[in-house]
């Protein structure tokens, strides 16, 4: 069982940073597509960011790119996502997921395994 959980929300000003942390747990982390996701009130799911390969490749979003980057640390088996330039349109419900098929996966089916989200909430 592979456990996932994220923190570093909060409420901001636009243009402010936040950097999101997603902590897990079990099976090898090194080994999943890792991904981000979020979730606005009234709206479905949306993709925002993923990397695979290790590090090797990332992609993001229109929405987001050149605002936010993800990373991930296969030491200490954790993901971030930094998020610059916030908009009142980034707020949402922010989650972590992984997958263990490859490749680049930007829909929600495509991961198995999802934290509890973290709420980020900018006002303008």
């Known amino acids: 069982q592979v456990q996932l959980v994220e923190s570093g929300g909060g409420s901001v000003q636009a243009g402010d940073s936040l950097r999101l942390s997603c902590a897990a747990s079990?099976?090898?982390?090194?080994?999943?597509?890792m991904g981000w996701f979020r979730q606005a009130p009234g709206k479905e799911r949306e993709f925002v960011a993923t990397?695979?390969?290790?590090?090797?490749?990332?992609y993001y979003a229109d929405s987001v790119e050149g605002r936010f980057t993800i990373s991930r640390d296969n030491a200490k088996n954790t993901v971030y996502l930094q998020m610059n330039s916030l908009k009142p349109e980034d707020t949402a419900v922010y989650y972590c997921?992984?997958?263990?098929?490859?490749?680049?996966?930007?829909?929600?089916?495509?991961?198995?395994?999802w934290g509890q989200g973290t709420q980020v909430t900018v006002s303008s």
């Open positions: 079990g099976r090898t982390f090194s080994s999943y597509v």
């Open positions: 990397m695979w390969r290790s590090n090797g490749n990332t």
């Open positions: 997921a992984a997958s263990v098929t490859s490749g680049r996966l930007i829909r929600t089916y495509e991961y198995h395994y």
